[in-house]
């Protein structure tokens, strides 16, 4: 059993009959009254956020996790296969256990945290940013750079992101997989 004070990004804890992760956490010691943490728990089997606030010395009960390297492979239906880098394993995961299955292209590496106890696969870690080739946009206007205007355009792996006016079909571009969001142009 750990307490509070053991609390971190990453660690995946057991709270109300499912497994979560700590997304994010903040110890507060208030003027008056006890101290606590608050935190964002993501559930690594629906996805689904949720903030909640464990009282100071509480204790939770750590998940003992695994992480390994897998290339993705391809996609079925709602299926992604990965390959573990290292033993050629293959292992199948459904959508729902993805953040960004959008931004992942064949032959991408991530990281899968696995449960020590049985073996599941819990989440899939995408790498901070990928790099995407853009393969719809609309034209470029040239002087029309004043502001920060933005235009939708399409990329490789079929997820839509806004782009700056000045990036052309065929360009590279950096997204970031926590948000999905434009990063920077690749110039090659």
């Given at each position: 059993?750990?307490?509070?004070?053991?609390?971190?990004?990453?660690?995946?804890?057991?709270?109300?009959?499912?497994?979560?992760?700590?997304?994010?956490?903040?110890?507060?010691?208030?003027?008056?009254?006890?101290?606590?943490?608050?935190?964002?728990?993501?559930?690594?089997?629906?996805?689904?956020?949720?903030?909640?606030?464990?009282?100071?010395?509480?204790?939770?009960?750590?998940?003992?996790?695994?992480?390994?390297?897998y290339?993705?492979?391809?996609?079925?239906?709602?299926?992604?296969?990965f390959?573990?880098?290292?033993?050629?394993?293959?292992?199948?995961?459904?959508?729902?256990?993805?953040?960004?299955?959008?931004?992942?292209?064949?032959?991408?590496?991530?990281?899968?945290?696995?449960?020590?106890?049985?073996?599941?696969?819990?989440?899939?870690?995408?790498?901070?940013?990928?790099?995407?080739e853009?393969?719809?946009?609309?034209?470029?206007?040239k002087?029309?750079?004043?502001?920060?205007?933005?235009?939708?355009?399409?990329?490789?792996?079929?997820?839509?992101?806004n782009?700056?006016?000045?990036?052309?079909?065929?360009?590279?571009?950096?997204?970031?997989?926590?948000?999905?969001?434009?990063?920077?142009?690749?110039?090659?």
């Amino acid at each position: 059993m750990a307490t509070t004070s053991d609390i971190r990004n990453g660690l995946c804890i057991r709270y109300n009959h499912d497994i979560f992760k700590v997304t994010e956490f903040l110890h507060v010691k208030p003027g008056k009254g006890p101290a606590f943490v608050r935190t964002k728990l993501k559930s690594v089997t629906t996805g689904k956020v949720i903030d909640n606030t464990f009282s100071a010395g509480h204790k939770i009960e750590e998940v003992r996790v695994e992480t390994h390297k897998y290339q993705f492979l391809y996609q079925e239906g709602e299926f992604y296969h990965f390959m573990h880098v290292e033993d050629f394993t293959q292992i199948r995961l459904l959508e729902a256990a993805l953040d960004m299955p959008n931004l992942l292209k064949e032959g991408e590496v991530v990281t899968i945290l696995i449960n020590t106890e049985d073996n599941m696969p819990l989440s899939v870690d995408m790498p901070p940013h990928v790099v995407l080739e853009v393969t719809q946009t609309e034209p470029g206007l040239k002087g029309n750079t004043a502001t920060n205007a933005t235009k939708s355009a399409t990329l490789e792996t079929g997820a839509e992101v806004n782009v700056p006016l000045f990036i052309n079909e065929g360009d590279k571009v950096k997204v970031e997989t926590e948000k999905g969001t434009y990063k920077e142009r690749i110039k090659e």
